[in-house]
């Protein structure tokens, strides 16, 4: 018998959000942890707060909203204001019921912002890194440092020369026609307009140039757990700063595992005056290691280990979205905040997700 098509227009409901999500639930488990660490960050947020004026968005439920928006690769606050009203899952998760109505998007990116200033994006990372430490899963010797590039949300046709004069208005406001064919563009002879921060790069010859950030992790070498990440500016030694300002605040390390771009000396000679082995690849000529580093088998596991890293950069730009950044530059002087930020709350969320921990100690300088 076939059943009728009766839509209900109103629906009284007896169960609780808690009484509707399954016990197995992955989300379960990451609620349990995320709590534990916000207990540990409450003091600071009740000192962050004015006690007059209007109640804000509550900063541990600002927290789960990012990092639901990252686990589900929601690509702006917008939607995710969307997700967040009808998706009973969510509401679960970020602590509203049923009836509670949802923040307007501009209201939740003010508030965030505020978080990312306050510095407690860092805060929260750190005490995931702690949770992966007590239980663990953490070496404090044996790491892996890699870079990768942050496609910035600004096009090529915003690139133009920083002195240019008047220009004539455009055939088109929306897409203009740009013919920069020609012409010779330079990082420090242009600038986007869209986001001035944001440098012309390229991973490597005949590879495509781009207005990106670089993002850089640290990588723990025992369970493939990410001890550190940072977003810079794109230039071509940012790699090898970002590496050996998260291999500073490492005291314990030993040894640090790359790829053969990590085969230079300034970055190779820093790492030994830190009392660090360079476990780095080895170029096919020039090659800054030698015999005395390769010939033990610590350098054969480092080698297979530093491998990890690359599924940390999958993630990150296929599930957290962050093949293109979602927004512009940052904060002068001083870290880079959104992009920063961005690269800490993928970085956690991948911790949540798949047994990953990140900390943002390095910041922009």
Not at 265 to 293: C, E, L, N, W, Y
Request: hydrophobic letters at 35%.
């Amino acid at each position: 018998m076939r059943g009728p098509d009766e839509q209900t227009k109103d629906m009284f409901s007896y169960l609780s959000p808690e009484e509707r999500v399954r016990q197995d639930h992955p989300l379960r488990a990451i609620r349990r942890m995320t709590d534990d660490v916000l207990r540990v960050l409450s003091p600071r947020f009740t000192k962050m707060y004015s006690d007059i004026g209007r109640p804000s968005i509550p900063p541990e439920q600002l927290l789960r909203a990012l990092l639901l928006q990252g686990l589900y690769t929601i690509r702006s606050e917008r939607l995710l204001m969307e997700e967040i009203d009808y998706s009973l899952l969510f509401r679960w998760f970020i602590g509203l019921s049923m009836d509670e109505p949802i923040w307007s998007p501009t209201t939740f990116s003010k508030n965030r912002d505020r978080l990312l200033k306050a510095d407690v994006a860092s805060a929260f990372f750190d005490a995931v890194v702690d949770q992966a430490r007590e239980a663990g899963l953490m070496s404090d010797e044996h790491f892996t440092v890699d870079g990768t590039v942050l496609e910035a949300w600004a096009s090529l046709k915003s690139f133009q020369r920083k002195e240019a004069g008047p220009t004539p208005p455009p055939d088109d406001p929306g897409n203009p026609t740009v013919n920069f064919h020609g012409e010779t563009r330079k990082n420090d002879t242009h600038a986007s307009t869209t986001d001035p921060d944001a440098q012309l790069y390229r991973k490597g010859q005949g590879k495509e140039a781009k207005l990106a950030y670089l993002g850089h992790v640290l990588l723990d070498n025992r369970h493939g757990l990410v001890a550190n990440v940072c977003a810079t500016a794109a230039t071509g030694t940012g790699e090898w700063e970002a590496a050996l300002l998260m291999l500073a605040e490492a005291p314990h390390a030993t040894t640090v595992a790359g790829d053969k771009l990590f085969d230079v000396g300034r970055f190779v000679a820093p790492t030994r005056q830190m009392g660090i082995t360079p476990h780095v690849a080895q170029k096919d000529a020039g090659s800054r290691i030698d015999g005395r580093t390769t010939r033990h088998p610590g350098y054969a596991i480092s080698q297979r280990k530093r491998k990890l890293i690359e599924q940390v950069f999958g993630w990150m730009k296929t599930i957290g979205g962050l093949r293109k950044l979602r927004h512009r530059g940052g904060l002068q002087p001083g870290p880079a905040a959104h992009t920063a930020g961005e690269a800490r709350m993928s970085a956690v969320s991948h911790q949540r997700g798949g047994l990953r921990a990140a900390t943002e100690r390095c910041t922009w300088r």
